[in-house]
């Protein structure tokens, strides 16, 4: 059984920085691509990041690039989100997610459809 468990998430003044990380288990993970979404309130859920099952290929959103960095260690089945300069628009249910994939990234893993496995989500609230 896959379970994808997040954590890291809490209540942080804008400018401030948080770490989410996501466990993986009940699958091969280092075949795995690994993405993050979030969803707001009454927003539909989106990409936020993903990571290539070596760790070497990135791909972000055009609106954290820069502050925020996705990284993976297949020794600990894991995914790491670090996002600094966190902006009030940046609150929301961060969500990890996973399915097999490629050494590269193409636009496809932007899309929800693209994922077969989800976590549960962990907050994140950016206050003013």
């Known amino acids: 059984q896959v379970q994808l468990v997040e954590s890291g998430g809490g209540l942080v003044q804008a400018g401030g920085s948080l770490r989410l990380s996501c466990l993986a288990s009940g699958l091969t993970f280092s075949t795995q691509t690994m993405g993050w979404f979030r969803q707001a309130p009454g927003k539909e859920r989106e990409f936020v990041a993903a990571?290539?099952?070596?760790?070497?290929?990135?791909l972000y959103a055009d609106s954290v690039k820069g502050r925020f960095t996705v990284a993976r260690d297949n020794t600990k089945n894991s995914v790491y989100l670090q996002m600094n300069s966190l902006k009030p628009e940046d609150t929301a249910l961060y969500y990890c997610?996973?399915?097999?994939?490629?050494?590269?990234?193409?636009?496809?893993?932007?899309?929800?459809?693209?994922?077969?496995?989800w976590g549960q989500g962990t907050q994140v609230t950016v206050s003013s």
């Open positions: 997610a996973a399915a097999p994939g490629e050494y590269f990234l193409d636009t496809s893993w932007t899309m929800r459809g693209r994922y077969d496995y």
């Open positions: 990571v290539a099952r070596s760790g070497s290929t990135t």
